[in-house]
Nanobody
Framework: QVHVIESGGGSVQAWSSLRLSCAAS????????VAWFRQAPGKEREFVAA????????YYQDSVKGRFTISRDGPRNTVYLQMNSLKFEDTAVYFC???????????????????????WGQGTQVTVSS
C-alpha cells in the first residue's frame, strides 16, 4: 500500500503562484506515474497534469497549459505542481494520485483517466480570490 501525501495548498490572490508537493510515505513514488486532479465545489473531479515515472512525458489539461508545470525531484522522491498566474477558477481541492499498473500508460487519454490511479492523497485546498 502506497500512502500519498500532498502539501502546499493555501489561499492566494489571483495571478499569484503556489507550488504543491506530492510524496509517498514509503518512498516509492519514483516507480509510479503521478497525476494531479482537482475538484471544485459542486463539480466533478478533473485531470490537471501528469508526469511519467521516467519524467520523460508530461501532460496538461488545456486550461492550465502555460501556467502550471509538473516535475519530479528524483532524490527527494517528490512530484511538484508549480502553479503560476492562478485564476479564481483554479480554486479546488487538489489531489495527487499514483499509478503503478502495467502495462504503463501511453498518451493523454490514459494519463487523464482517474480510474488508472490506485493511490490517492487526501487532497490540499487551493483557494484563489479575484
Amino acid at each position: 500500500q502506497v500512502h500519498v501525501i500532498e502539501s502546499g495548498g493555501g489561499s492566494v490572490q489571483a495571478w499569484s503562484s503556489l507550488r504543491l508537493s506530492c510524496a509517498a510515505s514509503e518512498g516509492a513514488l519514483n516507480r509510479y506515474n503521478v497525476a494531479w486532479f482537482r475538484q471544485a465545489p459542486g463539480k466533478e473531479r478533473e485531470f490537471v497534469a501528469a508526469i511519467s515515472w521516467s519524467a520523460v512525458s508530461t501532460y496538461y489539461q488545456d486550461s492550465v497549459k502555460g501556467r502550471f508545470t509538473i516535475s519530479r525531484d528524483g532524490p527527494r522522491n517528490t512530484v511538484y505542481l508549480q502553479m503560476n498566474s492562478l485564476k479564481f477558477e483554479d480554486t479546488a481541492v487538489y489531489f495527487c494520485a499514483a499509478d503503478g499498473r502495467h502495462p504503463r500508460c501511453s498518451g493523454y487519454g490514459c494519463y487523464a483517466d482517474d480510474k488508472r490511479y490506485d493511490y490517492w492523497g487526501q487532497g490540499t485546498q487551493v483557494t484563489v480570490s479575484s
